[in-house]
T-cell receptor, first 115, second 111 residues
Framework: AQSVTQLGSHVSVSEGALVLLRCNYS??????LFWYVQYPNQGLQLLLK??????LVKGINGFEAEFKKSETSFHLTKPSAHMSDAAEYFC?????????????FGAGTRLFVKA | NAGVTQTPKFRILKIGQSMTLQCAQD?????MYWYRQDPGMGLKLIYY???????DKGEVPNGYNVSRSTTEDFPLRLELAAPSQTSVYFC??????????FGPGTRLLVL
């Protein structure tokens, strides 16, 4: 079975600083990988995804992530944090099984941005 | 397009009561999912469906039931509410392994 591990349940950065949220996955097949963001009292929305092809993936709001097969990682970065980036971020991997496709989510990382 | 809609937004139940959480999508997606989100625990899959008439259990199905009579609708039924079912419930839809589209959530409190 596939799994997703997000290192750090809380990350705090200063406004303008680099954002780095870590995600490692396990998968027995080529993975589809996702980062979702959740703002308070809202559902999740897609930030970016990797399916095939280029391993550096760009998403919305200046975020990007790099798929590293050798490290089984898909870390999320943003060069300069903005106050509006404060939210919870979820890494996810799509799994294929006898019952169809399911998505396994990490436990989430809450990002705090200090002024 | 409305995307994925969920009703109600918030509900308080007494222990032992039952209720149905409604979910509908207008994107003609075959796959639909129900998750619950507890603080610091991420999303746990309750049930999912790969098409009308087909449903399967996820990680935490106990205490819940689902049905999928149409492509659009995927209601979640709680038969005997328990305090452990206090949570935020999200419905989502997708095609295959692609991006999941989430509803706004239903906040449920069982007292």
């Amino acid at each position: 079975a596939q799994s997703v591990t997000q290192l750090g349940s809380h990350v705090s950065v200063s406004e303008g600083a680099l954002v780095l949220l870590r995600c490692n996955y396990s998968s027995s097949v080529p993975p589809y990988l996702f980062w979702y963001v959740q703002y308070p009292n809202q559902g999740l929305q897609l930030l970016l995804k990797y399916t095939t092809g280029a391993t550096l993936v760009k998403g919305i709001n200046g975020f990007e992530a790099e798929f590293k097969k050798s490290e089984t990682s898909f870390h999320l970065t943003k060069p300069s944090a903005h106050m509006s980036d404060a939210a919870e971020y979820f890494c996810a991997v799509s799994e294929s099984g006898t019952g169809g496709f399911k998505t396994i989510f990490g436990a989430g990382t809450r990002l705090f941005v200090k002024a | 397009n409305a995307g994925v809609t969920q009703t109600p937004k918030f509900r308080i139940l007494k222990i032992g009561q039952s209720m149905t959480l409604q979910c509908a999508q207008d994107m003609n997606h075959n796959y639909m999912y129900w998750y619950r989100q507890d603080p610091g625990m991420g999303l746990k899959l309750i049930y999912y469906s790969v098409g009308a008439g087909i449903t399967d259990k996820g990680e935490v199905p106990n205490g819940y039931n689902v049905s999928r009579s149409t492509t659009e609708d995927f209601p979640l039924r709680l038969e005997l509410a328990a305090p452990s079912q206090t949570s935020v419930y999200f419905c989502a839809s997708t095609e295959g392994r692609e991006t999941q589209y989430f509803g706004p959530g239903t906040r449920l409190l069982v007292l």
